[in-house]
């Protein structure tokens, strides 16, 4: 594997949008997808077997998140050691009200849909005061504690996880060394490491384990050592290669979902997490460096725009759902894939929407406070 470097001023990489991209398709599918589809399937091809293979394939689909979390420490961590090596320091002022114009405007826009949303006849109205510990950026313990919410606002838990991130990480981009910086990845994944064999050995719920920041941080720690050991540098590596590597990123994942489900424990459940990580990584190596015009622009897009499909999905599955609900008293693999295109369909338009006429003016906003420039607005190259 080559490496080649790139410039200080400006760290933009078109195919990371990409992966934004697949890792909300994966989020959405596993949403989309009802539990225990294996069977639903087998009578229709009546391969036998095939029942668990799909079950875990789908269960694949939740790494997406894992995915989301690799990428953005390792997005945050490259663009702040690109700015610490440029400029000597790192502004976290500036850090903060970046990571504020970007997140805060939707974050709290959709909370309030969530609001509406409990209001109405078929909303829960006990997830009003759900989504108040979501707004101090506790969605994540709330989780925890009390488990998922029911409302389309829910999956926003994840974004406690990051801001929780955000308290240590430009903190420690501007102070530790890179060797330090190895080491701080050390403490993340010890602590990680000593959750999940503290609650897999007491057989804790999903929400205990899954919705817990110090669990997630291992994946952010994946992101951080894969910025440092590339050190600034883009992979170049051969089109069959990387198709290996997504190849392996995918096995990895369905190696994490059978060892979880099949032999779960504490030690397993390190391995598991550690391979979801592991997946993450790969994914992200598969795409780094492949040339943007092998890119669907479409693809980047959509990944410009995923923070809106993300926060909106819910939102868009709970519509579909009730334009189809007459459809699904005669439940079908057709009635399933028609609510999952409808759910998709409204989602995409409104996170177009969103960032056209909602979030481009922030992020404008944003961009004046940015030293490494990145991702480009609506309207820019």
Request: hydrophobic letters at 50%.
């Amino acid at each position: 594997m080559d490496v080649a470097r790139t410039a200080v001023v400006r760290y933009y990489r078109p195919e990371l949008d990409v992966v934004r991209m697949l890792a909300f398709l994966c989020v959405f599918l596993y949403h989309a997808i009802p539990a225990g589809v294996g069977p639903l399937v087998v009578t229709v091809i009546k391969v036998r077997g095939l029942s668990t293979f799909l079950d875990l394939s789908v269960s694949t689909f939740r790494y997406g998140l894992s995915l989301f979390f690799t990428l953005s420490a390792f997005l945050i961590v490259e663009l702040l050691i690109r700015e610490r090596e440029g400029t000597g320091t790192v502004a976290v002022k500036q850090f903060y009200l970046r990571r504020i114009l970007r997140i805060w405007p939707l974050y709290y826009l959709v909370l309030a849909l969530g609001v509406g949303f409990a209001m109405l006849p078929i909303g829960h109205r006990d997830s009003i005061s759900t989504l108040g510990w979501y707004a101090v950026f506790m969605g994540s313990w709330y989780s925890v504690v009390r488990g998922w919410a029911h409302n389309p606002a829910g999956p926003l838990w994840s974004i406690s996880v990051e801001e929780q991130f955000y308290l240590f990480a430009p903190w420690a981009a501007k102070y530790l060394s890179r060797i330090n910086l190895f080491g701080f990845c050390a403490i993340l994944i010890a602590i990680a490491n000593a959750w999940i064999y503290y609650l897999g050995a007491k057989s804790a719920e999903n929400h205990v384990i899954w919705g817990n920041a110090f669990i997630q941080f291992e994946c952010f720690a994946a992101g951080i050592l894969l910025c440092l050991i590339l050190r600034g540098r883009i992979p170049k590596i051969a089109l069959g290669y990387r198709a290996v590597l997504f190849a392996c990123s995918w096995l990895s994942w369905f190696a994490a979902a059978y060892v979880e489900q099949v032999h779960p424990g504490g030690i397993t459940l390190m391995m598991s997490y550690a391979l979801s990580s592991v997946g993450s990584v790969l994914v992200l190596l598969s795409f780094l460096g492949v040339s943007p015009k092998l890119l669907p622009g479409w693809a980047i897009y959509m990944g410009r725009i995923s923070f809106g499909l993300y926060a909106y999905h819910g939102f868009g599955g709970a519509i579909a759902h009730q334009l189809l609900s007459d459809t699904f008293v005669h439940s079908s693999g057709l009635v399933y894939f028609m609510d999952s295109l409808l759910s998709l369909g409204l989602t995409m338009l409104t996170a177009m929407l969103s960032y056209r006429y909602f979030e481009t003016p922030f992020l404008k906003m944003k961009k004046r406070h940015s030293v490494i420039q990145s991702q480009p607005v609506r309207g820019e190259s």
